[in-house]
């Protein structure tokens, strides 16, 4: 199974901040590599998939890279609407397997 | 618009069963792979399991295997997860999502685009 560990798991910053994110992977791997947002009581929802392809309709503000093991999720300039939770995901092979999430709060 | 919509949740005893469903509309059902995902309260994201197009293939994770079964009615556009011998580690808003294959799906260039609201199963005597 690849695991996946998301560093910091919890983090506060303040609206105009850049954020960065970061997701490892127990096994190298390239492309397969997804970022999705959740707000409480919601559903999540893509926002980078193939490491750096941004969804459409996700603001250009998220950016994402990375390649073997470790993948970056990039917020360039923090709005008041991007404090939520973040998930990377792989889906290179099966099981698949999401990192335990990253708290965004606001400072 | 297109939608997924589940049903079926409620609370349950430990060992008993539930049938949830997930109800789609707005686009071409019977051409997407789909998947199960649940979050357990306060917690992370965890894949249940997929089924393919025609279900001819489905895969879990190893928690669930022998216990949880995915089927689908592509003409019903509805996806079905049958839950057996609930356990209290079971309890979880589970999600249907969609896997949009965004180049070779099979060599793991696809992503959940879609996914309904969620449907909480509570496993509890």
């Known amino acids: 199974d690849i695991q996946m560990t998301q560093s910091p798991s919890s983090l506060s910053a303040s609206v105009g901040d850049r954020v960065t994110i970061t997701c490892r992977a127990s096994?190298?791997?390239?492309?397969?590599l997804n970022w999705y947002q959740q707000k409480p009581g919601k559903a999540p929802k893509v926002l980078i998939y193939?490491?750096?392809i941004l969804q459409s309709g996700v603001p250009s503000r998220f950016s994402g890279s990375g390649s073997g093991t470790d993948f970056t999720l990039t917020i360039s300039s923090l709005q008041p609407e991007d404090f939520a939770t973040y998930y990377c995901q792989q889906s290179r092979s099966l099981p698949i397997t999401f990192g335990q999430g990253t708290r965004l709060e606001i400072k | 618009e297109v939608h997924l919509v589940e049903s079926g949740g409620g609370l349950v005893q430990p060992g008993g069963s539930l049938r949830l469903a997930c109800a789609a509309s707005?686009?071409?059902?019977?051409?997407?792979?789909m998947s199960w995902v649940r979050q357990a309260p306060g917690k992370g994201l965890e894949w249940v399991g997929n089924?393919?197009?025609?279900?001819?293939?489905?895969y879990y994770v190893d928690s669930v295997k022998g216990r949880f079964t995915i089927s689908r009615d592509n003409a019903k556009n509805s996806l079905y997860l049958q839950i057996n011998s609930l356990r209290a580690e079971d309890t979880a808003v589970y999600y249907c999502?969609?896997?949009?294959?965004?180049?070779?799906?099979?060599?793991?260039?696809?992503?959940?685009?879609?996914w309904g609201r969620g449907t909480l199963v509570t496993v509890s005597s």
């Open positions: 707005g686009f071409t059902f019977s051409t997407y792979w």
């Open positions: 096994q190298s791997f390239s492309g397969s």
């Open positions: 193939a490491t750096s």
């Open positions: 089924i393919k197009q025609d279900g001819s293939a489905k």
């Open positions: 999502a969609r896997v949009f294959c965004s180049g070779n799906c099979y060599s793991g260039e696809w992503h959940f685009d879609l």
